[in-house]
């Protein structure tokens, strides 16, 4: 074939010089012909490598980036001696759903601490199984008995997400005849498969009262035993952390506010100063939602890990585990589509490209792009390792973050379009609950 002639889109050929590669547009385009050598492909590549390398080089110079393992809420604890009382009072609010089968090991650890609690609402959610009476039965002949309140829900409530209508219950029993300062009064959101440490609540009513904290969150220890939880729990964590870095979150004014459902304890005045719970009726990821509100309403927030505060839920199958994600990826991308392409960009420039880049430049026996490539993959699974150790998985696990990295990718674009479909996700139900957890 002459040099010159059209080649289809699926084709190209050397021309006169063999060092040199012709891609011959459609005629219509004739006149935008690209000419390319090896050296200039070369070229690209390093060029490529290097800039990725440089990401990560000044991604890591913020220290924000970092797991924050030091910002604990274990850590601080450290040293005090928090008596019932001194710092305001407190009611306590679970929703849940069909958790029969694992609150015989959570709930007695929240009934053990009724010195702390004025109230206990438990949220019985629609439950198909015996969840409002395993709660009351749990709850008979314990010091919690009489502080124990059972809230049934039979029906949904329209334009309001389950879970977010679950707690607007829970928390109109636990102000119901509740008088005195609201300032001193908090409201304890947590979820029914949270194992909790028994002085869990004297901690965080602690820390919250002493350094003036109104919304205080903990990213609660998440469970990673199984081959789907070691590939895709702790990248869950990580890119959370990303996301929301606890120092930002935890500093003061109305910057970057997120908060960890699992866990959150809100001063009463402060969550009414932020219009209360039903401004956040269709949001699915209402945690994140609540910690905005009451940031921009003037109030300081805190969000940071706990180790001894574990959750028993289990996602051994990825389809547990994609729901989980899915359900409200795209709220926390701002609902903005146009950022889902840009997701798959810089996921697969940050943690894919560089390990691709590393076997291209070994087997073309290029040490720049091998050396760049190696470079960026060992400051990126640096940065992921101590979420992998946190979690007690494998430490050679954290190589597979590339491959979590596009799966959560797929994840993001799967639940941008089912927003885009229309269908949204009502609430989680339970899992199997580990009975070889502590």
């Known amino acids: 074939m002459p040099s010159g ?16 590669i012709t891609l011959q547009p459609h005629p219509d385009f004739a006149g935008y012909a690209v ?44 040293g005090r001696e928090p008596r019932p009382g001194e710092h305001g009072e407190v009611a306590v609010v679970v929703p849940a759903r069909n958790e029969a089968s694992l609150l ?12 702390w609690y004025r109230r206990l609402v438990f949220v019985d959610d629609r439950s198909t199984d015996h969840t409002a009476s395993s709660a009351r039965l749990l709850a008979t002949g314990s010091e919690a008995d009489a502080l124990l309140h059972v809230e049934r829900i039979t029906e949904p409530e329209p334009e309001w997400t389950a879970k977010t209508y679950a707690m607007q219950r829970g928390y109109e029993t636990a102000v119901r005849d509740w ?24 901690r965080l009513v602690s820390k919250a009262g002493s350094e003036n904290i109104d919304l205080l969150s903990v990213m609660v220890k998440l469970r990673a035993r199984t081959f789907w939880e070691w590939l895709l729990i702790p990248p869950f964590v990580y890119f959370f952390q990303l996301l929301y870095p606890f120092q930002r979150v935890s500093a003061p004014g109305r910057g970057r506010a997120a908060a ?78 146009v950022l889902v392409p840009i997701v798959w960009l810089a996921l697969a420039c940050l943690y894919v490209a560089p390990p691709l880049l590393a076997i291209y430049g070994a087997l073309r026996l290029d040490p720049v792009i091998g050396v760049l490539g190696g470079l960026a993959w060992l400051i990126g ?38 927003t885009l479909l229309g269908r949204h996700h009502d609430r989680r139900t339970a899992t199997e609950i580990d009975l070889t957890d502590e």
């Open 5 to 20: 002639d059209y080649v289809g889109p699926r084709e190209f050929h050397r021309g006169a010089r063999a060092d040199i």
């Open 381 to 418: 699974t640096a940065n992921y390792l101590p979420v992998v150790q946190y979690l007690g998985v494998p430490s050679g696990l954290s190589l597979t973050l590339p491959v979590a990295a596009l799966i959560y990718a797929v994840m993001s674009t799967a639940s941008a379009w089912r």
């Open 35 to 78: 000419n390319l050598t090896p050296e200039q492909i070369e070229s690209g590549v390093r060029i490529a490598a290097a800039l990725i390398a440089l990401l990560w080089l000044l991604f890591v110079l913020d220290r924000n980036r970092w797991w924050p393992s030091r910002w604990s809420l274990h850590l601080d604890a450290a």
């Open 260 to 337: 960890a459902g699992a866990l959150i304890l809100v001063r009463r005045s402060a969550l009414e100063d932020a219009g209360g719970l039903e401004p956040l009726r269709a949001r699915a990821v209402e945690d994140v939602a609540l910690a905005q509100a009451v940031k921009s309403s003037g109030g300081k927030c805190w969000l940071g890990l706990d180790p001894d505060i574990r959750s028993l839920r289990t996602h051994d199958s990825y389809g547990e585990v994609r729901e989980m994600v899915v359900r409200s990826a795209f709220e926390r991308l701002g609902c903005h589509y």
């Open 179 to 202: 008088h005195g300062d609201p300032t001193r009064q908090w409201i304890l959101f947590t979820e029914a498969d949270i194992l909790h440490p028994t002085f869990s609540i004297g």
């Open 104 to 115: 015989p090991r959570t709930l007695p650890r929240l009934l053990k601490q009724a010195r």
